[in-house]
């Protein structure tokens, strides 16, 4: 059984896709432990508490160094041994001592076609701002291994989405999301449950 956290900060959809795939059994050998948020409003801890996951907030607001507050996001994480942590919006920058703590275990969805429009500064509507204003044809979603960089670790699955006539950010945000983010994440998420249940 794959062990999972996910760390959100907002209205949570990702996390909603990966716990109706795991509810319906889309998605097998996967166990949803606990869901962590920055952000003390997130409808996504909503959703967790709505599915009886363990739900926390852990915020740099409470803290009075970053310092601090990356060991306590560690702290709550080793809590629940963890095979994977799932960023599924997760606007925090992962500390470097997560990553070199769960090396290759970290996985992040991003909302284009790495790497095109990704990077610092390119998170929520900027990447589909960025991706009209430059007149792509297609651009979609990205699920890739998180390393010490921004968006730069190796890419695990990608799916294209068309950009039609007369699209505002918002309108190519919602298909993106529809159309590839919450099918690949979940599907990502399998494709690591089989190989780790093969290992
Ligand atoms: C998604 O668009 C995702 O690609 C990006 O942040 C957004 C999170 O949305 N990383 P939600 O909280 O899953 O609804």
């Known amino acids: 059984m794959l062990r999972v956290g996910i760390l959100v900060s907002g209205g949570g959809t990702n996390l909603q896709s990966i716990i109706d795939h795991v509810e319906s059994g889309k998605i097998t050998g996967v166990s949803l432990e606990v869901v962590i948020s920055n952000n003390a409003d997130a409808y996504a801890l909503e959703r967790a508490k709505n599915h009886n996951i363990p739900a926390f907030c852990v915020s ?17 994480l080793e809590e629940y041994r963890l095979d994977l942590i799932v960023l599924a919006g997760f606007l925090v920058v992962i500390p470097k001592k997560m990553v070199e703590r769960y090396p290759m ?23 589909h701002e960025a991706a009209l204003a430059r007149g792509v044809k297609v651009s979609g979603a990205t699920v890739h291994y998180v390393d010490d960089g921004t968006d730069t670790g190796p890419i695990i699955m990608q799916k294209a989405v068309e950009v039609q006539e007369g699209d505002t950010p918002e309108i ?28």
């Not at 969805?109 to 610092?120: A, E, R, V, Y």
Request: with cysteine; glycine share 4%.
């Open 172 to 199: 190519l945000q919602r298909r993106i999301m529809e159309q590839a983010e919450w099918k690949i994440l979940p599907a990502a998420i399998q494709k690591i449950a089989d190989e780790k249940n093969r290992a």
């Open 105 to 127: 275990q970290i996985i992040n969805i991003h909302p284009s076609l790495i790497p095109s429009f990704c990077g610092t500064g390119y998170y929520g509507l900027k990447v």
């Open 60 to 76: 740099p607001k409470n803290y009075a160094t970053r310092e601090e507050f990356n060991d306590a996001l560690l702290a709550k």
